[in-house]
């Protein structure tokens, strides 16, 4: 069993950064591919990145189009952690961010992940 625990929402204006931080409990975090999904009120879930290990050395990751060249993910296994550093934020960026792990391969489906945060909330005013 794997809890996730999003922070670092809020609001910002158009052009600013944040960074989401989704930790992680369990000692095999390294084992799992940790996906960043969004869902604005009205759309469906929407996939943003992801992040799996490839090697004890070497992580791969993944990016929706709507994201790519303005948000990058990141892990830290040692600290159990993945983070979503956003930069350039829209307005169209304005969500709920979720985390979720799954042991699967990583997948842009969000059927595939079994484990999902709560989410948190990002603003972005124009």
């Known amino acids: 069993q794997v809890q996730l625990v999003e922070s670092g929402g809020g609001l910002v204006q158009a052009g600013g950064s944040l960074r989401l931080s989704c930790a992680a409990s369990g000692r095999t975090f390294s084992n799992y591919a940790m996906g960043w999904f969004r869902q604005a009120p009205g759309k469906e879930r929407e996939f943003v990145a992801a992040s799996w290990s490839v090697s004890s050395w070497s992580v791969s990751t993944f990016y929706g189009d709507s994201v790519k060249g303005r948000f990058t993910i990141s892990r830290d296994n040692a600290k159990n952690t993945v983070y979503l550093q956003m930069n350039s934020l829209k307005p169209d960026d304005t969500a709920v961010y979720y985390c979720?792990?799954?042991?699967?391969?990583?997948?842009?489906?969000?059927?595939?992940?079994?484990?999902w945060g709560q989410g948190t909330q990002v603003t972005v005013s124009s």
């Open positions: 979720a792990a799954t042991l699967r391969a990583f997948s842009r489906s969000d059927r595939v992940y079994d484990y």
